[in-house]
């Protein structure tokens, strides 16, 4: 589609026609012959001579390809545009941080895997994360671990392969033994406060009992809170046992509560899987449309038309004037 950035130009276009009408016509001077025999012509002729000048008319081609000229120069100031067909991007609306427990009680091996061997804790985690990161297509994905103390291992990206590779990489107790939950939303929080995504979701995953955080996992909650920042816990632990390993279900509600996310309980791989599966479900794909037109300037092609008519007047001014048959004067001076 043709567009012209600067249009307002359009308005020069009468200009030449103003200035023939507003303005005398153009006087040169020029030597003349002095006849004594004037004042006779003019009495024989019943005419009173009077100074003045004799205004050359232009030819109608010589002048329509001025007028075009012209034309055309305006054109190119009016800048034109060729708009190509529109480039859809799509733009992810919301940023998604995973916090993985990786304490020392993620080692109990009381899961399956996808073949029904008996596996710990964590890999269950992993497999399942790794089928729910796949369809996170569209949104900016994070992941934060945590022990004794919480570490970004993934900051925000689209790239969700890299997330995946990096997330199944972690081993229990690299991050410390114990459970730091309320720091790791801390630092959740933290992350997030670069982010211009109109939706900002946490799921944290634990198996324990948070006695090592400097700031509880509610207080906490009720800052991410503020920050605009929904918390859904899921819980894998085993609620009947003792110390660290003890699930503490009520502060994982609480912090789920607070934000106005949801609170999910795993005793197998399958139940974890249910969960990822419902959270997938309530947390959809959010994407904005970017749409972006790319223009092609064409200034160059009424340039080119202007100079194309010029050069083809003049050529066929010049023919013209060799064409033109010489006066009886010439002729016989040429002889």
Known sequence: MLSFLHPWFALLAPAPLLVWLALPPYVSARSGLRAPFVQRLARLTGQEPHLGGAVTRRALGPLL???????????????????EPPLRREQPTRD???????????????????????????TAVKQVLDGFLARRKGDRVGVVVFGDAPFTLVPFTT???LSRTMLGDVAVGMAGPRTALGDAIGLGVNLFANSAAKARTIIALTDGNDTVSSVPPVEAARVARDRGIVIHTVAVGDPQAAGEDKLDEAALK??????????????????????????DAIETRRIDIVSFRPRRDIYWMP???????????QALMLLARRRRPASPAAAEAAS
């Open 303 to 313: 340039l080119a038309a202007a100079l194309v008519i010029g050069i083809v007047s």
């Open 159 to 161: 790239d969700l392969d």
């Open 96 to 122: 998604l941080l995973l916090l993985v427990d990786l304490s020392g009680s993620m080692d109990t091996r009381d899961f399956t895997d996808a073949a029904g061997r008996t596996v710990d804790r964590l």
């Open 65 to 83: 390809a001025l007028v075009l000229i012209w034309l055309l120069n305006v054109a190119a100031l009016a800048r034109p545009q060729w708009i």
């Open 254 to 279: 609480e912090v789920a509560s607070t934000t106005g996310g949801g609170f999910y309980r795993a005793m197998d791989r399958d139940g974890l899987q249910q969960i990822y599966d419902r959270l």
